[in-house]
């Protein structure tokens, strides 16, 4: 699920997920040197990808997130994770999910991945408004 990239970044791949739900994600970083105890995620905000957590495990970082599938494709959502005594240390996230519109196929998640919720959607076609006939 999670690779380092020649950049020194990591991709974290989640599966397919169904549009207009809410994901929980969880991921083991392996050690980064560049990386303190006191990890928090970089002033560059997105709206569909949020840190809920970093916990620093034997094996490196469990990191906690929350996604939110807002459209279908193939879509990466980017996090920096930066140390509050570090001059610019920081290592870059891609998390990359495979989104499925919600009338095709099931979803099929990687570990560490699991549903919290679908967002609300409007459905016109189930509207009692008319318009001003």
Same mark, same amino acid.
């Given at each position: 699920? +999670? @690779?380092? *990239? ?7 791949? +989640?599966?397919?997920?169904? /549009?207009?739900?809410?994901?929980? /994600?969880?991921? @083991? ?8 105890? &006191? /990890? ?13 957590? !970093? ?10 997130? *929350?996604?939110?599938?807002?459209? *279908?494709? !193939? ?17 870059? !996230?891609? +998390? ?9 196929? @099931?979803?099929?998640?990687? &570990?560490?991945?699991?549903? +919290? ?17």
């Amino acid at each position: 699920m +999670v @690779t380092q *990239e020649s950049d020194s970044s990591f991709l974290v791949k +989640v599966g397919f997920l169904k /549009i207009l739900h809410k994901y929980e /994600i969880t991921f @083991t970083l392996p050690p980064v040197h560049r990386l303190s105890k &006191d /990890i928090h995620e970089a002033p560059v905000p997105s709206l569909h990808l949020k840190l809920l957590s !970093v916990v620093p495990v034997p094996e490196g970082y469990s990191v906690k997130c *929350e996604y939110s599938a807002h459209k *279908e494709g !193939v879509l990466k959502e980017e996090m920096l994770l930066a140390c509050e005594g570090g001059a610019g240390a920081c290592v870059r !996230v891609m +998390v990359q999910a495979r989104v499925m519109d919600r009338h095709h196929g @099931t979803p099929m998640l990687l &570990d560490g991945v699991k549903c +919290v919720g679908a967002e609300l959607e409007y459905d016109s076609e189930h509207s009692d408004w008319h318009g001003f006939d």
